[in-house]
T-cell receptor, first 111, second 113 residues
Framework: DAKTTQPTSMDCAEGRAANLPCNHS???????VYWYRQIHSQGPQYIIH???NNETNEMASLIITEDRKSSTLILPHATLRDTAVYYC????????????FGQGTRLTINP | DVKVTQSSRYLVKRTGEKVFLECVQD?????MFWYRQDPGLGLRLIYF???????EKGDIPEGYSVSREKKERFSLILESASTNQTSMYLC????????????FGEGSWLTVV
């Protein structure tokens, strides 16, 4: 099973872009990269996912390196409400869906 | 909208009690998961299931069992609750086809005294 590693914590100034890295060096060709975030004690919230190409939606952008061994989640204009724990996971395209989240990155947006 | 419902939001149980945490999803998803969350440890996978009556161990299955008799329902069972099982438990569901998002319940806070 591919594992991910993320920094334990990061800080970002309000209004700036927050760039959260994730390493998934053992990812295989048939695994997606997913990003979730969790605010306080709520259930994790879906942000974005991708396979090979960069992706963008109303919440964030996902940049996946060409070798797919790492990715970066970008929150273009961070607000205080973006303070949360961000999880990067890999998910197989098919087969047993063992989804391992890890510890995530605690992102703090400072005013 | 997909809904994942966990039967109990807050529970207090005594050491040695048998505890059932129920999770129901309404979107006919094949995959369901149970996680526990503890401060500083992130989300840890206890068990998951990819079909009715099918289950696989996650990273921390000790002290837990699960049941999936119907597709929409995935139960987590603590046969004999212990204080180190005090935690927040999250259920999730996921359609089998790639590209679908993972949906989470709101969590169940279990305190074992």
């Amino acid at each position: 099973d591919a594992k991910t590693t993320q920094p334990t914590s990061m800080d970002c100034a309000e209004g700036r872009a927050a760039n959260l890295p994730c390493n998934h060096s053992t990812i295989s060709g048939n695994e997606y990269v997913y990003w979730y975030r969790q605010i306080h004690s709520q259930g994790p919230q879906y942000i974005i996912h991708g396979l090979k190409n960069n992706e963008t939606n109303e919440m964030a952008s996902l940049i996946i390196t060409e070798d797919r061994k790492s990715s970066t989640l970008i929150l273009p204009h961070a607000t205080l409400r973006d303070t949360a724990v961000y999880y990067c996971i890999v998910r197989p395209v098919q087969g047993a869906q063992k989804l391992v989240f890890g510890q995530g990155t605690r992102l703090t947006i400072n005013p | 909208d997909v809904k994942v419902t966990q039967s109990s939001r807050y529970l207090v149980k005594r050491t040695g009690e048998k505890v059932f945490l129920e999770c129901v999803q309404d979107m006919d998803h094949e995959n369901m998961f149970w996680y526990r969350q503890d401060p500083g440890l992130g989300l840890r996978l206890i068990y998951f299931s990819y079909d009715v009556k099918m289950k696989e161990k996650g990273d921390i299955p000790e002290g837990y069992s699960v049941s999936r008799e119907k597709k929409e329902r995935f139960s987590l069972i603590l046969e004999s609750a212990s204080t180190n099982q005090t935690s927040m438990y999250l259920c999730a569901s996921l359609a089998q086809f790639a590209g679908n998002t993972i949906y989470f319940g709101e969590g169940s806070w279990l305190t074992v005294v």
